[in-house]
C-alpha cells in the first residue's frame, strides 16, 4: 500500500459535503490516511483552496499529528496537535466559503515528518513550512470541491 489520504465524506475530486463548509456546521471533514513511509514520526497537514480570488486562501494547519494516528475525527485536529492561523485569521478548520461561481478546489496535503515540530498554536503558513523543511519524508494530497449556489 502508498502513503495515501481519504476521507468518508468525499472521494477525491468529488464536492466536499455543506456540513463541512460555512454553508453548514463549518466542522472539519474526516480524514484517514494508510501505510505512511518510515521514520515518521509525526504528522502535519495544510489544506487551502488556489481558486480564490486574491490567491491561494489557507483553510486549516494542523501539525503535532502522532505518528501512530491514522485519522482526524470529523471536527477535530486530534488529540496532542496543534492548529495554526488561517486566513479567515482565526485558530482551527475554516471551511469552503467561495463566492459565487465555478467550484473551487481544496487541497487536502499531509506530510510525514521525520521530528514532532515546536510551534506554538496559532502559527501561520509560513512558520509551519519553515519549520517543515528538510523533516517532510512523505507526503499526500486529497482534492475536494465545493461551490456556492
Known sequence: ???????????AGDTI??????DGDDRSPPLAWTDPPAGAK??????????????????WLVWGIPASARA???????AGAREGTN????TGWGGPCPPPG???????????????LDLAPGATKAALEKA????????TELTGRYARR
Open 102 to 116: 465555478p467550484a473551487h478546489r481544496y487541497f487536502f496535503r499531509l506530510s510525514a515528518l521525520d521530528t514532532t
Open 72 to 78: 482526524l475525527s470529523e471536527g477535530s485536529p486530534g
Open 132 to 139: 517543515m523543511e528538510g523533516h517532510v519524508v512523505g507526503r
Open 17 to 22: 459535503p455543506a456540513k463541512h463548509t460555512c
Open 87 to 90: 486566513d479567515f485569521r482565526k
Open 1 to 11: 500500500m502508498a502513503f495515501e489520504l481519504t476521507s468518508p465524506a468525499f472521494k
Open 42 to 59: 509525526s504528522f502535519a497537514l495544510v489544506c487551502e483552496d488556489p481558486d480564490a480570488p486574491r490567491g491561494t486562501w489557507v483553510h
